[in-house]
């Protein structure tokens, strides 16, 4: 069955670091491009960092470069996100997607809480 | 990093036909195209139409896409309760090494 399963979310004090995982399945996961997209509550998408297949590209939106950090197993095709020093604007719903063609795969995705 | 710009809200009647826009610059609409994605209340967003036109396998062909210039977008024609959704559209952005996504059109079907 081609899916993303997310898991490692929670609720979190600011500054904390939480790590989120992605769990892929039914598709070449070595050979894909994959992402990070989040949802603030009542909010729109914001995409995050990407991974390329090589393992090695990688490229994060602003607002989490130098806190957030991408990562890739493909011998347990699991895509991760290490999110550091958190802040309370970092609270949202985090997907995790594949891109063969835009966004063409989505995990149910996993909620982030930034809270004191 | 600046977003694509989508207007917040269009309104249309049962079987009608509705036009959403996005509009970016040269580095992301204007260069590659955009890509479509709704989503439901509460559902992860679906892939309707990726660079510019190309539509994935079973999505409805009621739903077609184009772009001129900096401006992609959307139509859907004869609509149905089920098309009552958020839709975004997204592009990479050349110069920042980025995606971008417009802020979403909520669209309600009357």
């Known amino acids: 069955q081609v899916q993303l399963v997310e898991s490692g979310g929670g609720v979190v004090q600011p500054g904390r670091s939480l790590k989120l995982s992605c769990a892929a399945s039914?598709?070449?996961?070595?050979?894909?491009?994959m992402h990070w997209v989040r949802q603030a509550p009542g909010k729109g998408l914001q995409w995050v960092a990407v991974?390329?297949?090589?393992?090695?590209?990688?490229h994060y939106a602003d607002s989490v470069k130098g806190r957030f950090t991408i990562s890739r197993d493909t011998s347990k095709n699991t895509l991760y996100l290490q999110m550091d020093s958190l802040r309370t604007e970092d609270t949202a719903v985090y997907y995790c997607a594949r891109e063969l063609n835009a966004f063409d795969l989505w995990g149910q995705g996993t909620l982030v809480t930034v809270s004191s | 990093q600046a977003g694509l710009t989508q207007p917040p809200s269009v309104s249309k009647g049962l079987r009608q036909t509705a036009t959403l826009t996005c509009t970016g610059n040269n580095n992301n609409v204007g260069n590659q195209g955009a890509a479509w994605l709704q989503q439901h209340q509460g559902h992860p967003p679906k892939l309707l139409f990726y660079r510019e036109n190309n539509r994935p396998s079973g999505i409805s062909e009621r739903l077609s896409a184009s772009r001129s210039g900096n401006t992609a977008s959307l139509t859907i024609t004869g609509l149905q309760p089920e098309d009552e959704a958020d839709y975004y559209c997204?592009?990479?952005?050349?110069?920042?090494?980025?995606?971008?996504f417009g802020g979403g059109t909520k669209l309600t079907v009357l």
């Open positions: 997204s592009a990479w952005d050349s110069s920042l090494n980025a995606w971008v």
């Open positions: 991974i390329l297949s090589d393992g090695r590209t990688e």
């Open positions: 039914g598709f070449p996961f070595s050979s894909c491009t």
